[in-house]
């Protein structure tokens, strides 16, 4: 399967979409999953309120240099003016496509009627889609929950909205914002919001990996699939999705010494982007997760916690994974 997908001027060659994932999806860890075949990649969230955008965090989060075209920059607010404003700022620094969240369920952004928290109000959500398709000249896309909660289940009535105000592409969650993260994601409203709009609709939601991308894909007719969550510590997921959309064929899963090299590297643009202190801290994180993904590997990653500084984390995964594979080829 090849994609024909286009936001405004961006072809996207692949129809296997990085989320956005504040805390996640940092330049370093975009970059890798592009290089590993995702068609589009989406920035953490950006709050609207240029006036925190000299604290740390928000510095990293718009830090966009030598990103592959397109960058999409996700910008999170309620009010329409300083949406707008926001968008044009971030455009002014290199955003490509400006992606709006009201699909983020997250206290922090709801409590200021910001994020999911906005489908409640449909006025609303007319007003700062329209104030940002009109402050900038770049294509605008749009990602929500399937409404605010499964009684108003609003998504369809907010995808035709978005479509006739001139939003390229939408993204959809198949949760509302009451139901958090729990049960399962319901692709039903997705499938209906795809059969009334034109424009293009990803399908998002506990995407796991190949198989489910597929009936996914053909159970919604959307125009690709946005994985989260399955990203974390398994970048490959985009290329053996990709692989599998467009061949039918599953690729073998990566050998260790490819995942040691793929965890190295991202080691190393972690500690590069963040410097020694912050890297070493978010390394933590994105490492426990590629661990998860092997065996027999708790007590190290326990040690590799405790561990203070870039070069004996480095070298403290390099160790770990030579001594698996010379077992595994002594047992071979
Ligand atoms: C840690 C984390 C951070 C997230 N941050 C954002 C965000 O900044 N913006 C957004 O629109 N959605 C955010 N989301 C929601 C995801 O983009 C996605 O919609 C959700 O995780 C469901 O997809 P999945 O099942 O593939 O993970 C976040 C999710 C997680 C787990």
């Not at 700022?89 to 999911?116: L, T």
């Amino acid at each position: 399967m090849s994609s024909n997908i286009a936001i405004g001027p961006y072809a996207i060659g692949n129809p296997v979409i990085l989320a956005p994932m504040a805390g996640v999806t940092d330049r370093p860890f975009r970059q890798l999953c592009r290089q590993l075949g995702a068609g589009l990649v989406v920035s953490e969230m950006v709050t609207a309120d240029t006036r925190l955008w000299n604290s740390r965090k928000s510095r990293f989060r718009l830090d966009h240099s030598g990103e592959k075209a397109p960058i999409s920059v996700q910008i999170a607010g309620g009010d329409p003016e300083m949406m707008a404003a926001a968008a044009r700022e971030n455009v002014r620094r290199g955003a490509q496509i400006i992606d709006i969240n009201m699909g983020c369920p997250a206290k922090k952004v709801c409590k200021k009627a910001a994020g999911s928290a906005l489908l409640r109000d449909e006025r609303l959500v007319a007003d700062i889609l329209q104030a940002v398709v009109q402050s900038v000249s770049v294509p605008v896309t749009l990602k929500i929950r399937t409404g605010w909660c499964p009684e108003t289940r609003n998504g369809v009535t907010i995808a035709r909205m978005a479509e006739d105000i001139g939003i390229s592409a939408l993204a959809v969650h198949g949760r509302t914002r009451a139901c958090g993260y729990h049960g399962q994601a319901e692709f039903d409203t997705i499938a209906d919001i795809v059969s009334r709009v034109k424009i293009p609709v990803f399908a998002n939601g506990d995407i796991t990996g190949p198989a489910r991308a597929r009936q996914v894909l053909d159970y919604t007719g959307a125009a690709a699939v946005m994985i989260g969550r399955a990203a974390q510590g398994r970048p490959w997921i985009f290329r053996e999705i990709a692989h599998y959309l467009a061949t039918g064929e599953r690729l073998p899963e990566p050998s260790l010494e490819e995942v040691r090299d793929i965890l190295l590297a991202h080691l190393g643009e972690l500690h590069r982007f963040y410097g020694e202190v912050m890297g070493v801290r978010i390394a933590r994180k994105h490492v426990g997760w590629y661990l998860k993904t092997l065996a027999n590997s708790e007590s190290f990653r326990k040690t590799f916690l405790q561990l203070d500084s870039a070069e004996a984390q480095h070298a403290s995964v390099q160790t770990w994974f030579e001594r698996r594979i010379n077992r595994g080829a002594q047992a071979a």
